[in-house]
């Protein structure tokens, strides 16, 4: 079946556009997850959401930076008034179960933002 | 909090020798852990993981880890690499039943020369 797609892939910004950036899980993941990567570093954790529900989004680095999963499938990362230090590759993945079982996570290819 | 440490930022091979990626982890309780790997232009994909149990642990492609509990390590190994093997590899953990929070390293490159 179709993995973890994000849109899109690349991404040139001003400095203070916003931007937002899609995430399609696999059909049917309860659990979708957002990591930021930047450049020499591994994934970092932004926030998850159960089903629509955003359970945690300690992450999140600022208030400029939002998230929704309205349907409790394709979930969207907003970022307000991006800054230079925003650009990096944004990763969601997804697993098929909740909260209280721990599981592989399956990875989307990433959408590569560049703040200019 | 949990963290996770790799010590090798670039390791570069010839092709059939063998490799070890270290992975060294700071948490107290129940661990869950991972090795992924990203090959050029493509997105992670799940190498092999730890839950439970055997604490050797065979995955995809000839690679295996061993979780050494008493030495917080989980490294990745391989008897014979190939040129196809070069790629960025990431460890990671997951702290505990219910966590879902993965902590990943900072990631190894590895350059296998034909």
């Known amino acids: 079946g179709a993995g973890v797609s994000q849109s899109p892939r690349y991404k040139v910004a001003k400095r203070g556009q916003d931007v937002a950036l899609r995430c399609d899980p696999i059909s049917g993941h309860v659990s979708l997850f957002w990591y930021q990567q930047a450049l020499g570093q591994g994934p970092e954790f932004l926030t998850y959401?159960?089903?629509?529900?955003?359970?945690?989004k300690s992450g999140l680095p600022s208030d400029r930076f939002f998230a929704e999963r309205p349907e409790g499938s394709v979930s969207t990362l907003k970022i307000q008034r991006t800054q230079q230090e925003d650009s990096a590759v944004y990763l969601c993945?997804?697993?098929?179960?909740?909260?209280?079982?721990?599981?592989?996570?399956?990875f989307g290819p990433g959408t590569r933002l560049t703040v200019t | 909090a949990q963290s996770v440490s790799q010590h090798n930022h670039h390791v570069i091979l010839s092709e059939a020798a063998s490799l070890e990626l270290g992975c060294n982890y700071s948490?107290?309780?129940?661990?869950?852990l991972f090795w992924y790997v990203q090959y050029p232009g493509q997105h992670l994909q799940l190498l092999l993981k730890y839950f439970s149990g055997d604490p050797l642990v065979k995955g995809i492609k000839g690679f295996e880890a061993e979780f050494i509990k008493s030495k917080f390590s989980f490294n990745l190994r391989k008897p014979s690499v190939q040129w196809s093997d070069t790629a960025e590899y990431f460890c990671?953990?997951?702290?505990?039943?219910?966590?879902?929070?993965?902590?990943f390293g900072k990631g190894t490159k590895l350059s296998v020369i034909p």
């Open positions: 959401f159960q089903n629509e529900a955003q359970l945690d």
């Open positions: 993945a997804s697993t098929p179960v909740g909260l209280a079982d721990s599981y592989e996570q399956y």
């Open positions: 948490y107290g309780g129940t661990v869950n």
């Open positions: 990671a953990l997951l702290s505990g039943a219910g966590s879902y929070q993965l902590t």
